[in-house]
């Protein structure tokens, strides 16, 4: 197991998807906590609260489910987990 996902629990629980671009928030990222944001690329043109769990619902429609965070996001999620 990294540092960083020692440091930071949950990290590993965090679910996201790829729409390869197909819209400008690429990325839709659900956290431990319930919390859903919407990232572009690379979270720096695009990062915003969504809603909870329950109101933004999870499928294909938001793309392909990925088995880890990108690195250009993982930053930006991290920042959303403990700020």
């Known amino acids: 197991m990294t540092q960083e996902k020692q440091s930071v629990p949950g990290l590993h629980t965090v679910v996201v998807y790829d729409n390869e671009g197909e819209t400008f928030d690429r990325?839709?990222?659900?956290?431990?906590?319930?919390?859903?944001?919407?990232?572009?690329?690379?979270?720096?043109?695009?990062?915003?609260?969504?809603?909870?769990?329950?109101?933004?619902?999870?499928?294909?429609?938001l793309g392909k489910k990925l088995d880890s965070i990108p690195e250009s996001i993982r930053?930006?999620?991290?920042?959303?987990?403990?700020?």
């Open 27 to 61: 990325y839709t990222v659900y956290t431990p906590d319930g919390s859903v944001f919407g990232m572009s690329e690379n979270a720096e043109g695009f990062n915003q609260y969504l809603g909870e769990w329950y109101e933004v619902e999870e499928g294909d429609h």
């Open 75 to 83: 930053e930006a999620v991290i920042n959303r987990m403990t700020n």
